[in-house]
């Protein structure tokens, strides 16, 4: 339940859940139950967002900041198509190489 | 996905309009050597790249340069702000006026509309670094020129600063073009394409020399020619160096 794509998944949907009322707000900012519900969306996120990093690494560049190395640039990328079962062992994977492919 | 933070990267607060030098500025919004053209071609490469530090720089890197398209754009704005349109004509914006009024659009100095054509992204990252390098080259003499025309040090400071930026970028390019030549040969010169157990074959003296020559005849630079050179040479492959020979076995 807890794995790094399924995590993902969740993180990306309260993400999305997020911007549309986000947008909504901008053009209706003073719509209280679209505030609540952003509100206790975003707590959420906080929340999974924590769980998230410090489980499988940085999303932002900024969450590598209390890592004793540079975490930031490991694959996957998002473009990469990566198993994402190659790297349910968490932080002790983050350093897997696919180095050296060349595209073409 | 991109994140906005509300504030620019350095801080831009222009006291005293300049139509004269918002029209000079408007190349590093939307011309060949501006911040758009930067950032998209940053951010389009990337997906041609072969390693995690040469995709992390183009995604920052180009990510920066958002920032960037903004300072530029915060400029123009404000070195346009409350000028009458009969002053900014006599300043000699009124070309620009006459088609955009005072919105902020990507064009050159001339009001040439933004083009991709401005950039080129391929799928080999060893020309795409090399591109990017001669981009931040170019922004930079781009901003030297603007810092020549400019005396109003609200403007220069902000223009000195992307003037800083485009010299670290060329730096960080110039590592990660090492990086990729680095990884790339070790990948070329130990595998033969069409022997699929990865075996190290034997080196073929005559590709040897050719490299070696190619190498001697440009000392400059650091990086031995990079092995698509001779990518498509056929037989064997190229020599490997004694370190590379103990990792293979």
């Known amino acids: ?104 | 996905m991109w994140v906005y933070d509300k504030k620019t990267e350095y801080p831009i607060n222009i006291k005293k309009p300049d139509p004269r030098m918002a029209k000079l500025i408007l190349t590093q919004y939307g011309g060949p050597n501006g911040e758009l053209a930067a950032s998209l071609r940053y951010l389009s490469q990337r997906y041609a790249m072969p390693n995690k530090e040469s995709k992390a720089i183009l995604t920052d890197i180009g990510t920066e340069e958002l920032a960037h398209f903004e300072m530029i754009g915060t400029m123009i704005s404000q070195l346009v702000k409350d000028v009458p349109p009969k002053e900014l004509e006599r300043m000699g914006f009124g070309s620009i006026y006459a088609i955009h009024g005072k919105g902020v659009y990507p064009s050159d100095s001339n009001g040439v509309p933004f083009t991709a054509a401005y950039i080129e992204s391929m799928s080999d990252p060893i020309t795409n670094l090399n591109e990017d390098m001669a981009a931040e080259q170019k922004a930079r003499s781009t901003y030297e020129f603007l810092i020549n025309m400019a005396d109003d040090p609200d403007v220069i400071e902000p223009l000195r600063f992307l003037r800083e930026r485009e010299v670290v970028h060329y730096q960080r390019f110039g590592e990660a073009l090492r990086i990729v030549q680095e990884a790339m040969r070790r990948k070329k010169m130990y595998y033969k394409p069409n022997n699929p157990a990865g075996l190290a074959v034997n080196p073929n003296p005559d590709i040897k020399d050719i490299v070696e020559k190619l190498n001697m005849a440009n000392p400059v630079n650091p990086n031995p020619v990079s092995p698509l050179n001779i990518h498509n040479i056929p037989g064997p492959i190229l020599p490997d160096t004694k370190q590379d020979n103990k990792k293979k076995q």
């Not at chain 1, 679209?34 to 924590?50: I, P």
């Not at chain 1, 940085?58 to 694959?75: E, F, Q, R």
């Open chain 1, 1 to 104: 339940m807890d794995g790094k794509n399924e995590l993902l998944e969740q993180i990306r949907a309260t993400d999305f859940a997020l911007i549309e009322l986000n947008l909504f707000l901008d053009t209706h900012p003073s719509d209280e139950n679209a505030l609540k519900d952003f509100r206790m969306l975003a707590e959420t996120r906080e929340k999974l967002y924590r769980q998230f990093t410090q489980k499988y690494g940085p999303l932002k560049a900024v969450d590598g900041a209390t890592s004793d190395c540079w975490l930031w640039i490991n694959d996957p990328w998002p473009w990469d198509q990566m198993k994402w079962e190659e790297l349910k062992g968490g932080m002790a994977n983050v350093g897997l190489r696919q180095e050296n492919r060349v595209s073409d």
